[in-house]
C-alpha cells in the first residue's frame, strides 16, 4: 500500500498553522464534525475565527486533510511493516495489526478522524479518500484470507471492519495503561479476534 494522495498545500505560518489542526482534530474526535464549531476550534487554538481561513479555507478542509494525513500516515507504516519478502501468512497478517495499531494509538486523533467522520467530506473531496480507504480494506482481507482461506469476502470484510472499529475505540478515550502495552494489548486481542472467532454467518 503506497502514498496516492498528496498532502494539501499548506498556507500562512507554520507556526499558527499547527497548533489550528492539532485542536481542530481533537475537537473532531471529543464532539464530532458537526458539533465543533469554527470559533471553538480558533478558542482552543488561541487565535481568532476568523483568522483560521488564512490557513484553511474552511472547516470541512480541515476534516479532508485530516482524513488525507491519516492515509498517508497508516500507508507509510504499513509499507514499512510489510516490506521485508518472504513474510508467511501469518507473520504478514500479525506486522499489519501490530503496525496498525501503533499508527493509530500515535495518532488517535487523526484516525478517529479517519475511521468516523470520512462520510462528513465535502462531497468533491471524498472520492479519492474513499478510494484509500478502500484500498485499506482490501490490503487487509488480502492479509487475513492468506491466514484464513476458509472465509468469504462479506465475512473477512466483517471482520476486518470490527478489528478497525475496536482499535478506533482505544483513540476515544484516555488509557491509564502506558502506550507500548496497551498497543502490545490491543494488538493481541485483535489477532485473537481475527483468528479466534468463529467465522460470521455469511448471508449468501
Known sequence: MSRNLASVPKRGRPSRREPIFASALRLFRERGFHATAINEIGA???VTGPAIYS???SKGELLAEAIREGCYRIGNALNEALAEEGLGPDEALDRLVRAYVRVALENADMNACYVLELRNVESERRGPLQRAARRLLDLWREKLTAVRPELGREQADTMVQMAIFSIVS????????DRESLIELASQQVMH??????PIPSRL
Open 44 to 46: 482552543d487554538a488561541d
Open 193 to 198: 479476534g481475527l483468528l479466534g472467532a468463529d
Open 170 to 177: 482505544l483513540c476515544m478515550l484516555p488509557s491509564r495503561i
Open 55 to 57: 490557513h484553511f479555507e
